[in-house]
């Protein structure tokens, strides 16, 4: 956490607006087998202080993770249900809406890896909704298979899916298939933070491709040894934890 602290301040440095986003299985209850190296033994007013501090835009919170923070969510943290959640956002002006996506099992048990029909259904109507922003940002906990399965549905609707569960972490890809549409997987240890540039917006209401390097570029930020601790950080754990 301290070097992700790091690295989101230096960003935030930069001449460039940001939009800072974290999504699925960012906390433990939201794992079939709880990684304790995630909140260890601390409380949720711990972890709480701890993503308040790293200054979060806009999160996701599963059903579970929700009920384990209780009154002590993090801020700007939003637990997502049955249907899609939409958070407005101006990020230098420009206008954006982030589309939080319910989980698989929404209306029932998620019996397969790829969402219903009514479930894909009303997350295309939610960026629909949403028409009126420049970028929409679709924020997705259903693993690679379900992402896969739907994103050329999604397309041209939504410009970025950034995706969450079981499968495979990659910065962005710009598939010839789906060119309008940057999909993005953090990796669910936790260990890197996927960077996004947005380098010209699409032009309303016309089919649009992205092209990496010329509208985009995404890169994957290793959270190693190589990346100094934020002392903020270290500093506010033992804090937190002794309240």
Request: glycine share 8%; charged share 20%.
């Amino acid at each position: 956490m301290a070097r992700r602290a790091t690295v989101l301040e230096r960003f935030r440095r930069e001449p460039v607006p940001t939009l800072t986003l974290v999504g699925a299985d960012e906390f433990s209850p939201d794992t079939e087998l709880p990684d304790p190296a995630k909140t260890g033994d601390a409380s949720p007013k711990t972890v709480r202080a701890v993503y308040d501090a790293l200054h979060v835009d806009c999160g996701m919170l599963s059903a579970a993770s929700a009920a384990w923070f209780g009154a002590a969510r993090p801020r700007n943290f939003v637990e997502v249900g049955g249907r899609p959640i939409t958070k407005r956002f101006h990020v230098g002006g420009v206008p954006v809406a982030v589309i939080l996506f319910p989980p698989l099992s929404a209306g029932g048990t998620a019996e397969t890896e790829t969402p219903t029909p009514k479930l894909l259904a009303s997350v295309l109507a939610a960026a629909d909704a949403a028409s009126d922003a420049a970028i929409r940002i679709g924020i997705s906990p259903w693993g690679f298979e379900g992402e896969f399965a739907v994103r050329e549905a999604l397309e041209q609707r939504y410009h970025l899916l950034l995706g969450g569960g079981p499968g495979a972490a990659f910065a962005g890809e710009v598939n010839a298939q789906v060119p309008g549409l940057i999909w993005s997987r953090a990796d669910k240890d936790g260990r890197s933070v996927m960077i996004i540039d947005i380098m010209a917006l699409p032009e309303p209401d016309m089919s649009f491709a992205w092209e990496w390097g010329l509208s985009m570029q995404a890169q994957e930020v290793r959270l190693t040894s190589a990346i100094p601790s934020d002392p903020h950080m270290e500093a506010l754990l033992p804090k937190a934890s002794s309240r």
